[in-house]
C-alpha cells in the first residue's frame, strides 16, 4: 500500500474539519476527490503535505510505509509525494530553473542519488516541458511572477513533471481553467501516470474527470469520505449534484 | 520602533564591549587619546613630508569645533575619543598560534564560505607559514601594473612616492571639512589604498586590496583614494566575504573617486565585519563616507556594496555627476539580523546637463534588528535633462524587525525628469511551504527568496564576489525564519 489514512481528524484555527478519514491508496491508481465547498478536500490535501497550520488531532496516515505525520514537509516531498497547489505562490527573483534544480537535487541527495550537472539537469527540462507542453521561455521566468492562471497550474504540472514523484495531490487544479488548458494540464497528467506511481485528484467539478479517468471516486462531505465507488459515482454527482449527497447524508445520520 | 525595542538596544549598547581579544600593547604605539602633539607624532613616525602633518592638523583644528552627527535611524553609547590609540605599529602580532585556538563557530563560517586553509589563519589572525600563496600572486601582478603605469600601492606609499598626485586629489572630493568622522579620518587616518589609472589605460584585472600585502592591518582609520583619468577603466573591490574580526570598535573611512573625461571607476565592496554576537555586543560601529565625483564629461562611477556586517552602519556611498553626460549608480543590498542597525543609502548630486543616476537598494532585515535607506537626489540649476531612477526595497524576515525608507528629492531643474519607487515586502510563510514542498529546507528557501531578492544587485557584482555574496547572504540570515 502506498497511502494509507486511517480515522484523520484535523483542525484549523480551532474548527475540526476532518473528522474520521479514512483512504487507500495503491500504485498505479488514480483516485478523485470531490464534494461541495467547505467539505475539507483542500484540507486533506494540505495534511498530506504537513501544512503547518493543520493541526491532525487524531488518526494516522501511512506512506510507503512510514509514519508520514513524524515527517516535516520537505522530507514529505523528498519521500515521494507532490502537491499541485490551488493557489501557487509567487516568488520573484526566482527563476522556475533555480528552483527545481535546487529541488531535484535535495531529493536526489535525500534518497541516496548523487546531484544532476547542468547539462543533464537541462536536458530533463527540455524532455519535461515538451511533455506539459510549456514554452521554454517559462523556465527562466521567476516562478508564477505575472503568469496566468493557466499558466500557474501548468506550471504546477510541469514541476510535478519534472520531480517525479509517487504521489501527486491536484488540488483543484481545474479551478479556473478553459477548456484548451484543462485538456492541456489533464493530459499531461496522464502522461506521466505509470504503474508505479499514484494520484489524488481533489476537484469540485466532474470535468476534470473527463479527461483524467479515476479508477475510484470519494465524496467528501463535513470532513468525512460519504460515498465511494467507480467512475460511474462521478457521473451520477454531475446529475445529481451535492444535495443528494446532502440529503442522503441527512437520512444516514437520522 | 517600540519603547522595549529602544530599551533594550541601549542596554546592549552600553553593555561594556568586553570582546576577549588580547593585544600585547607593542612598544610602537602611540598612548591613548587625541591632541596635536598625538597628530605630529603619528605624522612624524609615518615619516610623511611636512605639508601632509599640516593638513592632518588643519583637519584636527576643524574637526574640534565640529560635533558628533546623531540625525542617523540608529543609536550607540558615546564614543570616548580620547580613549582610543590612533597609531599602532602596522604589523601587529599574531592573535593565536594555531587555529585551534579560534573560536569554533569562527572557523565553521570560513568552511562555509569555502576559504582556504591558509587564508582561513590569516583571516583569524593565527601566525602563518613564511611562504604564502598570495604574496607572490600579488608581487607578480604588481609588475604587470607597473608596465601599464598603473599606480597601485598603499597610502603611505603613495604620500612618499607620488606626493604631487595625492596633494592635488586628496581632500579634492571628501574634504577635511565634510563631516564629524571624515574630519577625524582626515587628521589620523592610519592607511589605506591609492589607485591612479593613466590615460587611456583599462585596468586589465579586478584591484582588490585582497592582492595588497598587509592590507588587512590598514587599521580602523582606512583612506582610500582612486584616480581615473581620461578614457581609463577600473574595477576595484573591497572587503572580504569572510568575517573580520577587529579589536577597533569605531572605524571610520573615507573613499574617495575621482573619475575623468570618459573615464569609469567600478567600486565593489562586501563588508562583513563582526556585528557582534546575538546581542550585537562587540561588534564593530562603521561610519563610512565614500564619494566619487564624475569630473569629466561622460563619466561615470558604479557603487555596488553588499553589507551583511557590523553593528552599527553609516554609510552613504554619492556620486557628484559634474561632467556633462556623466553617470552614477548605486546598487546596495543591506542585510541586518539580530541586534544589527544600518542607515544607508546614496546621494546623486546632478550638476552637469544630461547626467543620470540609477540607485537600486535592497534591504533585509531579520531579527530584532533596524535597516534604514536614507537617499537624497539633487538637481542643481544647471543640470539640464538630469535623470534618475531609484528604486528602494525592503524585505522583512520576521515581525520583530523594522524597515525604514528616508528619500530626499531636491530639484532647481525644471526638465529633470526623477522616479522613485518603494516597496516593502515579507518573506511569507506560504512562499517557504510551497518551497518545502518542492523538497527545499526552510533554510534553503529563504536563502532562494532573498538571493532572488537580490538579484538585480549581485548581477553588478564581479562574478566571484558574487557567489561568495550569495553564499554570505544565506549565513548571515541562518535562522532567522522558522
Known amino acids: 500500500m502506498l497511502l494509507e489514512i486511517k480515522n484523520l481528524h484535523a483542525k484549523v484555527e480551532g474548527n475540526e474539519i476532518l473528522k474520521g478519514i479514512n483512504l487507500k491508496v495503491d500504485l498505479g491508481e488514480v483516485h478523485a476527490i470531490m464534494g461541495p465547498n467547505g467539505s475539507g478536500k483542500s484540507t486533506l490535501a494540505s495534511v498530506l503535505a504537513g501544512k503547518e497550520e493543520y493541526e491532525v488531532t487524531e488518526g494516522e496516515i501511512w506512506f510507503k510505509g512510514k509514519n508520514l505525520l513524524e515527517l516535516n514537509p520537505e522530507d514529505r516531498a523528498r519521500e515521494g509525494i507532490f502537491l499541485a497547489f490551488q493557489y501557487p505562490v509567487e516568488i520573484p527573483g526566482v527563476s522556475n530553473t533555480n528552483l527545481l534544480k535546487t529541488a531535484v537535487n535535495e531529493i536526489r541527495k535525500y534518497n541516496g542519488e548523487e546531484e544532476l550537472d547542468s547539462i543533464d ?10 511533455l506539459v507542453e510549456l514554452d521554454q521561455k517559462f523556465l527562466s521566468r521567476s516562478v508564477n511572477e505575472g503568469f496566468s492562471g493557466g499558466e500557474k497550474k501548468r506550471n504546477e504540472i510541469f514541476q510535478m513533471a519534472v ?61 468525512k469520505i460519504v460515498k465511494s465507488g467507480g467512475k460511474e ?22 | 520602533m517600540s519603547t522595549t525595542e529602544t530599551q533594550k538596544i541601549e542596554e546592549l549598547a552600553n553593555k ?22 598625538i597628530i605630529r607624532q603619528l605624522s612624524a613616525k609615518k615619516q610623511e613630508p611636512e605639508w601632509m602633518t599640516e593638513w592632518r592638523l588643519k583637519a584636527y583644528r576643524h574637526w574640534l569645533t565640529m560635533e558628533e552627527p546623531h540625525w542617523s535611524n540608529v543609536t550607540f553609547p558615546p564614543i570616548d575619543y580620547q580613549d582610543i590609540s590612533y597609531y599602532s605599529a602596522p604589523k601587529s602580532t599574531p592573535k593565536y598560534k594555531s587555529l585551534d585556538e579560534v573560536d569554533p563557530e569562527l572557523l565553521n563560517t570560513y568552511k562555509k564560505l569555502g576559504i582556504p586553509l591558509e587564508e582561513q589563519k590569516i583571516l583569524a589572525g593565527v601566525a602563518v607559514d613564511a611562504v604564502f600563496d598570495s604574496v607572490s600572486v600579488a608581487t607578480t601582478f604588481k609588475d604587470k601594473l607597473n608596465e601599464m603605469g598603473i599606480i597601485f600601492c598603499s597610502f603611505s606609499e603613495a604620500i612618499r612616492e607620488h606626493p604631487d598626485l595625492v596633494k592635488k586629489y586628496l581632500g579634492s ?36 586590496t585582497y592582492f595588497r600585502i598587509n592590507a588587512a592591518n590598514t587599521g580602523q582609520f582606512e583612506r582610500t583614494l582612486i584616480i581615473a583619468d581620461d578614457n581609463a577603466y577600473v574595477s576595484y573591490l573591497e572587503g572580504c566575504t569572510a568575517p573580520m574580526r577587529d579589536e577597533n570598535q569605531l572605524h571610520a573611512a573615507v ?18 565585519w563582526y556585528p557582534g554576537d546575538k546581542d550585537g555586543k562587540g561588534g564593530i560601529y562603521n561610519f563610512v563616507t ?57 546621494k546623486m548630486i546632478h550638476l552637469g546637463k544630461n547626467t543620470r543616476s540609477t540607485i537600486v537598494s535592497k534591504g533585509i532585515s531579520a531579527g530584532r534588528s533596524n535597516n534604514s535607506y536614507r537617499g537624497l537626489v539633487r ?14 526595497d525592503s524585505l522583512l524576515l520576521g515581525d520583530k524587525c523594522g524597515a525604514h525608507t528616508f528619500p530626499y528629492i531636491e530639484i532647481d531643474n525644471p526638465t529633470a525628469q526623477v522616479e522613485h519607487e518603494a516597496t516593502t515586502s515579507k518573506i511569507g510563510e506560504d512562499q517557504i511551504f510551497y518551497l518545502n514542498q518542492r523538497g527545499i529546507s526552510t533554510e534553503d528557501a529563504v536563502s532562494l527568496i532573498v538571493n532572488g531578492y537580490c538579484k538585480e544587485v549581485f548581477k553588478e557584482l564581479p562574478m566571484e564576489f558574487a557567489v561568495e555574496a550569495q553564499k554570505l547572504l544565506s549565513i548571515s540570515l541562518e535562522g532567522s525564519v522558522g
Open chain 2, 379 to 392: 538637481v542643481g540649476k544647471k543640470a539640464e535633462n538630469a535623470r534618475n531612477f531609484s528604486q528602494c
Open chain 1, 163 to 223: 520531480l517525479n514523484p509517487k504521489l501527486a495531490v491536484l488540488d483543484e487544479t481545474d479551478s479556473g481553467l478553459d477548456i484548451d488548458a484543462l485538456k492541456i494540464v489533464a493530459n499531461g497528467v496522464n502522461k506521466l501516470k505509470t504503474k508505479d506511481n499514484a494520484t489524488i485528484v481533489v476537484t469540485h467539478y466532474q470535468r476534470l474527470l473527463d479527461y483524467i479517468i479515476p479508477d475510484f471516486v470519494h465524496v467528501l462531505y463535513k470532513g
Open chain 2, 255 to 272: 573613499v574617495e573617486l575621482v573619475a575623468l573625461e570618459n573615464s569609469q571607476i567600478k567600486y565593489s565592496t562586501v563588508q562583513n
Open chain 1, 121 to 130: 539537469f537541462l536536458k530533463l527540462l527540455k524532455e519535461k516541458s515538451k
Open chain 1, 233 to 254: 459515482l462521478a457521473l451520477e454527482l454531475e446529475e445529481k449534484g451535492y444535495d443528494w449527497i446532502k440529503s442522503d447524508k441527512a437520512e444516514i445520520v437520522a
Open chain 2, 173 to 208: 572630493v571628501v574634504p577635511y571639512t565634510d563631516n564629524y568622522y571624515a574630519t577625524l579620518n582626515s587628521a589620523v587616518f592610519s592607511d589605506g589604498s591609492f589607485v591612479y589609472i593613466p590615460k587611456g589605460v583599462r585596468c586589465p584585472m579586478e584591484l582588490s
Open chain 2, 16 to 37: 561594556e564591549y568586553e570582546f576577549g581579544f588580547v593585544t600585547d600593547i607593542e612598544s610602537d604605539t602611540l598612548p591613548k587619546g587625541l591632541n596635536e602633539d
Open chain 2, 290 to 346: 565614500k564619494r566619487g565625483a564624475c569630473r569629466g564629461t561622460n563619466s561615470k562611477i558604479s557603487w555596488t556594496q553588499v553589507e551583511t556586517g557590523s553593528a552599527i552602519t553609516w554609510k552613504y556611498p554619492s556620486c557628484i555627476l559634474q561632467g556633462d553626460n556623466s553617470i552614477g549608480e548605486f546598487y546596495s543590498v543591506a542585510v541586518t539580523n539580530n541586534m544589527q542597525q544600518a542607515d544607508t543609502g546614496t
